[in-house]
C-alpha cells in the first residue's frame, strides 16, 4: 500500500528527470492546482446531484474523477514540499481547529459558517 511519503517520491522522482523543478515556483504551483481543481469541478458542470450520483457507476466518469483527483493531489503535494508543509500535521491540525470552531452543540446538522455560529451563540448569551 501506497503512503504519502512513497507517492512524493516517485512524484519527485518524475520531476527531477524531466528537470521541470525550474517551473515548478511557489506561484507555478498554485496556479495549476487550481487549474487541476477547475477540471475536477467541470466534471459536475451542468449535472444534477442525481446525475452525478448514477455517474458514480459510470467506468469513464469515474477514470476521470480518479485522474482529475489525482491531480489535484499531486500538485498539493508539490505545494506542500516547496512549503516544507507536512500535509498529516497539517490536517491533523485544521481539524483540531476546526473542532474548537463548531462545537457539535452548535453546528449539529448545520451548514452555517463558524462566524455565523458564534453570532446565534452570542444572541443566545445575550438572551440569558
Request: proline content about 1%; overall charge negative.
Amino acid at each position: 500500500m501506497a503512503t504519502i511519503d512513497s507517492v512524493k517520491t516517485l512524484l519527485l522522482r518524475f520531476r527531477d528527470e524531466r528537470d521541470w523543478k525550474q517551473f515548478h515556483t511557489l506561484k507555478n504551483l498554485i496556479i495549476s492546482l487550481n487549474l487541476e481543481s477547475a477540471e475536477l469541478l467541470e466534471l459536475t458542470q451542468w449535472k444534477t446531484d442525481e446525475e452525478l450520483s448514477s455517474l458514480q457507476n459510470d467506468d469513464r466518469f469515474r477514470q476521470a474523477l480518479k485522474d482529475e483527483c489525482a491531480d489535484v493531489f499531486l500538485y498539493l503535494l508539490l505545494i506542500a514540499e516547496e512549503s516544507g508543509i507536512d500535509l498529516l500535521q497539517a490536517a491533523q491540525d485544521k481539524i483540531a481547529k476546526n473542532a474548537q470552531r463548531y462545537p457539535v452543540d452548535q453546528s449539529y446538522g448545520s451548514a452555517r459558517k463558524y462566524t455565523e455560529l458564534k453570532a446565534l451563540a452570542r444572541g443566545q448569551e445575550d438572551e440569558r
